[in-house]
C-alpha cells in the first residue's frame, strides 16, 4: 500500500518546486519506485474530473470511513485505468475500494458515455491529447490563445565535448532527430527530437522535450552538457569574448555563464568569476570544477565586484559580463504539473462544500505560493537562480532599489581601464532594472567622460533576434530619437512566451573613445554618438523626444478632431505629462549621480 500513501503524502504537501524534482529528490527516498509514483500522480491529475464523479456519485466515501478523498481517486485510477489495476496484492483500503468495484465501473461507464466517448481508448486519447496542448508539460495555452513551448534546454560543453559527439556519438541522443521548428518536437509523432537552432543564433545549443530526464546520463553527470536555458546563453555570446581574451563575470554564482565564458575563450583565456556570497560561491566552485574549467577560471569568494580595483589583476580585464541580482520576474516557475490543482471528491455531493482537505490545501497553496522556490538544488546547478525572486516583492520601492544596486555595478565596470566591451542583463521583465538601467548609465558622467556606449544591433551577434529594447522605456535618455531608436534595437528582449526559457534582458556596451586623456577627466566632446553632454543640446533633445511621444500617443492626429475644450484639456495634459517627465528624468539624474559620487567615495576607501 505505500505506492499509495506515499503519493497521497506528496500530494497533501505544499509544492515547493517540480513533481519531478519532488519525487526523484536523492535526499529523501521514497519506499516505492519513484517511475511508478511519477506516473500515478500525473495520471491521476490528467483524469481527475471523471474520478472524482465516479467516486462521488457511487458514494463509496460514505460507506468506507477509512478511505480518504485522495486515497480514493489514487485507488479509483488503478482500479480502472491502470492496465494491471491495483498495485498492492492485499489490505483494508484495496478491500474498501474492491467492495464497490461493480458500483465504481458503472458509474465509470455512465461517466464516459456523458462525455461521448464510446470505449475507454476514445477517453483515454481525448484526455491525453487535451493534456498535452494544455498541460505545463511543455505546451502552454496563453490567455490570448497564442501556444508557447517550454523546451528543455541544453548547452554543449565545448571544453569537453562537441555539438557533433553529444548529438550523434553518445547513448543518450543518438536515437533523437532533428527537427526545424520547436513545434515540431511537440506536435509530430516521433518522440525522440531535438532541435537545433545552429550557429546563427545559439551555438552549441539545443532543446529537447521536457519529459526527457537527462540527468542521470552520463554526458549530464560529467559535465559534458549543461541544463540552462536559451536566454541565459545570450549574455556570453552577445559579449563574444575572443579565444584567449580575459574575462570578468562580476556577479557569478551559480556559474552557468562563468563555465559558458570559459568555454569561450578557451584554454589559453582567463575568466575571473567574483561572487560576494560565501555559500552560492561554493556552488559557483562545484559547477566550474564539473565543466573541466578550473585552468580558466579564478574564482573570487565572498568577494564583492565593487571592491576589485587598480592593482588587482582582474583590473586588467578586457571584456566583463555583468548580471546581477535582480527581481527575476522573467523566470518561468517550472512546475511540470501543479498538484495544488487536485480537485478532490466530496462525500457528500448534494452539499456543494469544499471538502475539509480541499479546504486545508486552499490555505497552504496561498502561504506556499508567495515563497514558491522556483528550482530545486539539482536545477541551481544548472540554471539560473536569482534569489531574490523568491520574495516576490516588485513594488515600486523595491525595482528602484534594485535598479540602483545595478547601475552601481555598471558604473564600477564602466571604469575598468582596458574594457572594451561590458554586456549586462537580468532576468526581468521590468523596464526598471533593463531600459531604465541603460538610460541612467548612459547619462553618467563617467559614461560620457569615458565614452561607453550601446553596441549597435547590426555589429552584434544577437542581431538576428526580433525582440529589442523598448525605445519609449528610454525617454530619460538625453539623445536624439533616432539614437534613443538605435540604442534600443541594441538591446535584446526576450518575453517569457517566446520558448527560450525564460524572460531576458541583455545589452552590450562599448566603449566608442580610446583616448586615454578621456580618462582624466575630460569633459570635451568625445564624438559619441550616443550621449551628448551639452546643456542646450540636452534641451533641445528633450523637446525632441516630446515630439516623438506625441506622435507614438496618437496626439499630433488627434487634434483637428476634437472639440476646443478637449484640445485644451489635452494641452494642459501633455504639459503635464511635460513637466513630470523633466522632473523624473531630473530625479533620475540626481539618483544615479549620488550612486555614483557614493561609489567614488567608497572607492577612495578601498584603494
Ligand atoms: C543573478 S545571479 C547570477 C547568475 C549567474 N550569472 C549565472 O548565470 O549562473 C546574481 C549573483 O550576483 C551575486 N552578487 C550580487 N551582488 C554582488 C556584488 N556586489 N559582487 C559580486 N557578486 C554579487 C549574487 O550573490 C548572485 O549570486
Not at 487535451?130 to 511543455?138: A, K, L, P, Q, T
Not at 511537440?186 to 530526464?213: G, N, Q
Not at 580618462?519 to 523637446?543: F, H, I, K, R, W
Not at 504639459?575 to 517627465?581: E, H, I
Request: hydrophobic residues 35%.
Amino acid at each position: 500500500m505505500s505506492l499509495y500513501l506515499e503519493a497521497a503524502a506528496i500530494l497533501e504537501s505544499p509544492q515547493t518546486s517540480s513533481l519531478k524534482a519532488i519525487i526523484y529528490n536523492p535526499s529523501k527516498p521514497f519506499k516505492s519506485p519513484q517511475s511508478k509514483l511519477y506516473a500515478l500522480i500525473v495520471e491521476t491529475l490528467k483524469f481527475q474530473d471523471i474520478l472524482k464523479e465516479v467516486v462521488e456519485n457511487s458514494g463509496i466515501l460514505k460507506l468506507e470511513r477509512k478511505l480518504t478523498p485522495l486515497l480514493s481517486i489514487l485507488l479509483t485510477h488503478d482500479l480502472l485505468l491502470a492496465k494491471s489495476g491495483i498495485a498492492t496484492s492485499s489490505g483494508p483500503l484495496k478491500d474498501a475500494i474492491l467492495r464497490h468495484k461493480a458500483r465504481l465501473n458503472a458509474e465509470f461507464t455512465r461517466a464516459r458515455l456523458k462525455r461521448g466517448h464510446g470505449d475507454l481508448k476514445s477517453l483515454t486519447d481525448a484526455i491525453n491529447a487535451e493534456h498535452i496542448r494544455e498541460s505545463e508539460d511543455g505546451v502552454t495555452k496563453t490567455a490570448t490563445g497564442l501556444t508557447t513551448f517550454n523546451p528543455r534546454w541544453i548547452r554543449v560543453n565545448t571544453l569537453k565535448t562537441t555539438m557533433e559527439a553529444s548529438l550523434s556519438s553518445s547513448p543518450t541522443f543518438n536515437s533523437f532527430q532533428e527537427v526545424s521548428g520547436m513545434s515540431d518536437m511537440f506536435f509530430s509523432d516521433v518522440v525522440r527530437k531535438y532541435y537545433y537552432p545552429k550557429a546563427e543564433l545559439l551555438p552549441s545549443i539545443f532543446a529537447i522535450h521536457p519529459s526527457h530526464d537527462i540527468t542521470s546520463s552520463e554526458l549530464y553527470k560529467s559535465g559534458k552538457i549543461i541544463l540552462q536555458s536559451a536566454s541565459s546563453c545570450l549574455p556570453a555570446i552577445m559579449l563574444d569574448p575572443p579565444k584567449g581574451s580575459t574575462v570578468v563575470d562580476g556577479c557569478a554564482a551559480p556559474g552557468n555563464k562563468t563555465t559558458h565564458l570559459a568555454a569561450l575563450v578557451g584554454d589559453t583565456g582567463k575568466v575571473f568569476a567574483v561572487e560576494r556570497d560565501r555559500r552560492r560561491a561554493d556552488i559557483l566552485e562545484k559547477m566550474v570544477a564539473k565543466a573541466g574549467a578550473e585552468k580558466i577560471v579564478t574564482i573570487l569568494k565572498a568577494t564583492d565586484f565593487t571592491t576589485i580595483t587598480e592593482g588587482h589583476p582582474a583590473w586588467s580585464a578586457s571584456y566583463l559580463l555583468l548580471d546581477p541580482s535582480c527581481s527575476g520576474s522573467g523566470i518561468l516557475q517550472r512546475i511540470d504539473w501543479d498538484i495544488s490543482k487536485l480537485n478532490l471528491p466530496s462525500s457528500d455531493v448534494a452539499s456543494g462544500q469544499p471538502s475539509k482537505s480541499s479546504r486545508k490545501r486552499k490555505r497552504e497553496d496561498q502561504s506556499q505560493k508567495a515563497s514558491m522556490s522556483t528550482a530545486t538544488t539539482e536545477e541551481q546547478e544548472g540554471q539560473q537562480v536569482a534569489e531574490e525572486v523568491q520574495d516576490g516583492d516588485t513594488s515600486k520601492e523595491r525595482l528602484q532599489s534594485l535598479s540602483d544596486f545595478q547601475v552601481a555595478i555598471i558604473l564600477h565596470a564602466f571604469s575598468f581601464p582596458n574594457a572594451r566591451r561590458i554586456t549586462y542583463s537580468t532576468c526581468s521583465i521590468h523596464a526598471e532594472e533593463n531600459e531604465h538601467v541603460v538610460a541612467r548609465v548612459l547619462n553618467s558622467k563617467i559614461a560620457k567622460q569615458r565614452g561607453w556606449g550601446v553596441q549597435s544591433r547590426e555589429d552584434n551577434p544577437l542581431s538576428t533576434w526580433h525582440r529589442r529594447g523598448l525605445a519609449k522605456e528610454l525617454s530619460d535618455l538625453t539623445v536624439t530619437p533616432e539614437e534613443r531608436r538605435r540604442i534600443a534595437e541594441g538591446c535584446v528582449r526576450v518575453n517569457r512566451t517566446d520558448s527560450l526559457g525564460g524572460g531576458f534582458f541583455v545589452v552590450c556596451f562599448i566603449r566608442q573613445a580610446n583616448n586615454d586623456s578621456l580618462l582624466d577627466g575630460d569633459t570635451g566632446s568625445l564624438g559619441v554618438a550616443s550621449v551628448q553632454g551639452n546643456e542646450n543640446y540636452l534641451q533641445e533633445g528633450e523637446d525632441r523626444i516630446e515630439v516623438e511621444d506625441q506622435e507614438w500617443n496618437g496626439f499630433s492626429d488627434k487634434h483637428t478632431d476634437e472639440t476646443p475644450s478637449a484640445v485644451d484639456t489635452q494641452d494642459d495634459n501633455q504639459l503635464s505629462r511635460k513637466r513630470k517627465k523633466r522632473k523624473s528624468s531630473k530625479d533620475q539624474q540626481i539618483r544615479t549621480e549620488k550612486v555614483n559620487r557614493q561609489f567614488q567615495k567608497n572607492r577612495k576607501g578601498w584603494s
